[in-house]
């Protein structure tokens, strides 16, 4: 597993602006070959009859701030699972509801705790408290909790307080799906003028939704190491992008992700593709296809839909790392971020891209 020392001042703070002048990085697989190039060149690097990916779910306003009802102190929660998996959708018409969390100071939030939010107005109380998270219930005016009293959950190593343009720069253009907790960061370089630019190349460009859990940033343990399993995100590949892919597939045309949540969802639909029809591995289908996914895709996997990756740099020990890894080849991964680093690229969230082809 790649593993390196990142010095801090390379970690992104903010994104550029506008979107696509972030920096590009151009990995070839074949040849080894690094260049330099702005994310706006990228439809240099691609051709007419490709399918380029995106991932359209929307983050959700999941962090959420109030105070201990006995003591004043301040609590802090994420809510991980703010929609029914089962449906992908937020449940947002139950009065009381019942929601995973993250909480902190999360020692001191043990069961039984009653939290309040909004002044009062909303009441929380910890129903029970594990490693894995915090089970809370929500009383009061919960309808719109998130939408009322939510704010943008930067992630961990963005240190600086939210601001008011967080709700625009952590989230992509196209975004249309709620239910994320994280952004799937690839696809916030891309403008509604570089897609246009992209379609008029004759490349199609479609989409397919996974809300990106906060696992994303979890470091793999030992136990998805032995099982071969990670946690699960809810994801939906549509009929249209199905029958895109396959026609692209056919064409002889490139299928290109935009985010290693793109590869994770049209690979679990490709695999289960493989196991209906055995060693025919094409795209097939025109049936939407949704569900929950716990693929973990590490050096060794077998790709089948996709054939180009771009997407963000990533932090060390995590399954988003490992998916680099497994698509480029260790080395050649390796060898990116080396350069990468000695050439001051922008890393994680807000950070530059890559696009390996």
């Not at 703070?13 to 070959?33: F, H, I, N, T, Y």
């Not at 107005?121 to 005016?141: D, N, Q, T, W």
């Not at 246009?196 to 859990?213: K, M, P, S």
């Not at 343990?221 to 895109?244: C, M, N, Y």
């Amino acid at each position: 597993m790649l593993a390196y020392d990142l010095p801090r001042e390379l970690i992104a703070q903010k994104p550029c602006e506008p979107r696509d002048a972030a920096r590009l990085l151009v990995l070839e697989r074949r040849s080894g070959r690094i260049s330099h190039r702005i994310f706006r060149d990228l439809p240099e690097f691609l051709h007419p009859g490709d399918c380029l990916v995106l991932n359209d779910t929307e983050v959700l306003p999941a962090r959420l701030r109030g105070r201990r009802a006995d003591t004043g102190g301040k609590v802090e929660l994420l809510i991980l699972r703010p929609f029914d998996f089962a449906q992908g959708r937020q449940d947002q018409d139950e009065r009381d509801c019942v929601y995973g969390c993250l909480g902190q100071p999360g020692r001191r939030l043990r069961e039984g705790a009653k939290l309040l939010f909004d002044h009062g107005s909303v009441e929380g109380e910890i129903l029970s408290s594990e490693a894995g998270g915090k089970r809370v219930r929500f009383r009061g005016a919960t309808g719109r909790l998130l939408s009322r009293l939510g704010e943008i959950p930067l992630p961990p190593y963005i240190k600086r307080p939210v601001q008011p343009e967080d709700a625009r720069w952590y989230q992509t253009v196209f975004a249309r799906e709620p239910g994320a907790v994280a952004a799937p960061t690839a696809g916030l370089h891309f403008t509604k003028g570089l897609m246009e630019r992209i379609r008029a190349l004759g490349v199609r460009i479609c989409f397919v939704t996974l809300h990106v859990g906060w696992g994303t940033f979890k470091p793999v343990g030992e136990r998805e190491l032995a099982s071969g399993r990670l946690h699960e995100e809810w994801f939906r590949v549509p009929a249209e992008t199905r029958g895109a892919i396959e026609a692209t597939q056919r064409g002889g045309g490139r299928v290109i992700a935009v985010g290693t949540t793109v590869v994770r969802a049209l690979e679990t639909v490709g695999l289960s593709s493989l196991r209906k029809r055995g060693s025919d591995s094409r795209f097939r289908g025109n049936d939407r296809v949704e569900g929950s996914t716990d693929l973990f895709i590490r050096p060794g996997f077998a790709f089948r839909v996709v054939d180009a990756l771009v997407t963000n740099f990533h932090l060390p020990g995590t399954s988003l790392l490992l998916l680099v890894e497994a698509f480029a080849g260790e080395g050649l991964a390796r060898a990116a971020y080396e350069e990468a680093i000695r050439s001051r690229y922008r890393f994680y969230s807000y950070g530059d891209a890559v696009v390996i082809l």
